[in-house]
């Protein structure tokens, strides 16, 4: 099981963001994925959920509204859609093959992650 996750980077406070996830070594539908941050100093915080089955998605109350999680089967690729970024957003975003059925859960295999920093 390998996560590459990409497409980090600076941004101004307003814009936004396209992060990708490529994974191999098993089918991103075929597992609840999710992406989880970790800004400096602090945990890991859960972000947002797509599930196994029927591709259900969740959100942290603090991107519902901004983000969009989304998953490529064809390119078994999962994406993190980060529109109206704020200073706060600015952390290491990871992408996250779930090991646990609780939707908030940051248990599971990760990628290196990619660095997004919101600031002017």
């Known amino acids: 099981v390998r996560l590459v996750e990409s497409g980090g980077g600076l941004v101004q406070p307003g814009g936004s963001l396209r992060l990708s996830c490529a994974a191999s070594?098993?089918?991103?539908?075929?597992?609840?994925m999710s992406w989880v941050r970790q800004a400096p100093g602090q945990d890991l915080e859960w972000v947002s959920r797509?599930?196994?089955?029927?591709?259900?998605?969740t959100y942290a109350d603090s991107v519902k509204g901004r983000f969009t999680i989304s998953r490529d089967n064809a390119k078994n690729t999962l994406y993190l859609q980060m529109n109206a970024l704020k200073p706060e957003d600015t952390a290491v975003y990871f992408c996250?093959?779930?090991?646990?059925?609780?939707?908030?859960?940051?248990?599971?295999?990760r990628g290196q992650g990619t660095q997004v920093t919101v600031s002017s």
């Open positions: 070594g098993f089918p991103v539908a075929a597992s609840a």
């Open positions: 797509i599930s196994r089955v029927g591709g259900t998605t």
């Open positions: 996250l093959k779930v090991d646990s059925f609780i939707v908030t859960s940051t248990a599971g295999i």
